[in-house]
């Protein structure tokens, strides 16, 4: 734009018989053109790892790596005994073609998911999600570089029962699952819950699509639940802080946010039946994609109302 006004202003001085006379024309300012949307990132490369002796007894983690690649991803199944290995590959290749890096893995493969994570952090890649399934106890902490964090184990197992932490200062998105109280599951079948793989590929499926600046701004609350007996565990991302308002109950606030009531009296240390002040603040959980703001907060029940 200056350079066309330039160039106007320099032919008009030779059209005129007195430069220092002449009047430039007017330039009508124009608003700067609005910032291109931001571009949806590659799809990630996903990298699941089986535990000890994974083709008998981590045959979850090949299903659901068949059921990533059928929705599209590149999704690969290793064996835990090559972790280190597979992690030079995997800062190899992001360092040729960036793209999100997904880590998922079950027993010894949910440690060999954090010790790659830790590999990256030394070469200052981030890494998008990682996914544990009862990992191992000797499992180390999540470091800062993993922006989203999974951990669904059993506490009670002797296979597994890792209780994995994020170390001092972590930022990122954190939600753990213990599910001891479900008879049902134990350390052999509980990476072959076709619940948990279709949410998982759904998970996967919305990492592309979140704007960075979401990502940025987002105050993530990490969620530690203990699942009870019976009860599907649902994988939320993290927590939100959620304003009271006047009226409102747990009950009510569970209800607009489309969540269990236990989820809320576990995060917060409330009784299911706590009363509220309006002006504090309640951890809801969310999914990776949390829903529009607009109804957080319900029409308060009728008197009575249980």
């Known amino acids: 734009m200056l350079a066309a006004v330039a160039l106007l202003a320099w032919g008009h001085g030779i059209a005129v018989a007195s430069p220092a006379k002449s009047k430039r024309p007017a330039v009508t300012a124009t608003a700067p053109p609005p910032a291109p949307p931001s571009e949806p990132l590659p799809p990630p490369k996903i990298y699941l790892f089986r535990g000890a002796m994974g083709p008998i007894f981590s045959t979850g983690m090949d299903r659901l790596g068949e059921k990533l690649t059928q929705a599209g991803f590149s999704a690969d199944v290793y064996e835990f005994t090559i972790c280190r290995l597979i992690g030079n590959r995997a800062i190899a290749s992001y360092k040729e073609s960036p793209a999100p890096i997904v880590l998922i893995g079950h027993s010894m493969g949910g440690l060999c998911s954090v010790v790659i994570s830790e590999m990256a952090a030394k070469e200052n890649i981030p890494i998008s999600l990682v996914i544990a399934i009862d990992p191992a106890h000797a499992t180390g902490d999540v470091p800062l570089n993993v922006e989203r964090f999974i951990n669904i184990f059993l506490s009670d197992s002797v296979l597994g029962g890792g209780d994995v932490v994020a170390v001092p200062g972590y930022r990122g998105h954190y939600a753990s699952y213990d599910l001891k109280e479900n008879s049902r599951v134990s350390h052999i079948n509980i990476e072959k819950s076709d619940d948990i ?110």
């Open 197 to 306: 793989h279709r949410q998982i590929v759904e998970m996967v499926t919305q990492l592309p699509r979140i704007p960075p600046q979401a990502q940025a701004e987002a105050e993530a609350v990490p969620l530690r639940y203990l699942v009870p007996a019976n009860t599907l565990v649902e994988l939320w991302d993290s927590g939100v802080r959620v304003p009271v308002r006047r009226g409102d109950t747990m009950e009510s606030i569970a209800a607009a946010n489309r969540v269990p009531l236990w989820t809320l009296a576990q995060s917060n240390s409330l009784a299911e039946n706590a009363q509220l002040t309006p002006g504090q603040t309640i951890i809801v959980p969310r999914h990776l994609t949390p829903p529009e703001p607009a109804a957080a907060m319900a029409t308060p029940p009728a008197a009575g109302r249980k």
